[in-house]
């Protein structure tokens, strides 16, 4: 990859994803080529998904670099369209979670583990406390 051209990175966020995108993708297409790869030099059509032990890592490997939110929840609450008007600068909105409880650690809005508020170099972060296994994680996703 050292020979390739990077695509420039002063477009802004929204490239930045697209440029991780495209890199991907010439990577994808260098492997693709190789004599042995059932790619375009060997003669034979390309094979997406190999049936080798090799192969399960590659398939997991295309997913691997996929961005997915990551979100951690304080609290929820149910009010009326009335309060949340009334909502301004100062305005306290009591969440149904305890003091001292554990947060709950959400992918893309599924739940995957819980854990603890802390403080590193002045920013908030979350020390997991219990992760949710993964066939429990494969469960609920299935549920919805």
Do not use: C
Not at 50 to 60: C, E, F, L, Q, Y
Not at 112 to 130: H, M, P, S, W, Y
């Amino acid at each position: 990859m050292a020979s390739e051209e990077k695509p420039e990175d002063n477009a802004g966020a929204a490239d930045d994803g697209m440029a991780d995108w495209a890199e991907a993708l010439l990577e994808q297409k260098a492997t693709e080529s190789g004599p042995d790869s059932g790619g375009p030099l060997s003669g034979e059509p390309p094979k997406p998904f190999a049936s080798s032990a090799d192969g399960h890592v590659n398939d997991i490997n295309m997913v691997l670099d996929i961005p997915v939110q990551l979100s951690v929840e304080l609290g929820r609450t149910k009010v009326p369209i009335k309060h949340i008007l009334q909502l301004g600068q100062g305005s306290v909105v009591e969440l149904d979670a305890l003091a001292g409880e554990p947060m709950d650690v959400l992918v893309n809005g599924y739940l995957i583990a819980q854990g603890e508020v802390v403080v590193v170099n002045d920013k908030f972060g979350i020390r997991l406390t219990d992760v949710v296994t993964p066939s429990e994680r494969l469960r609920r996703v299935s549920k919805n």
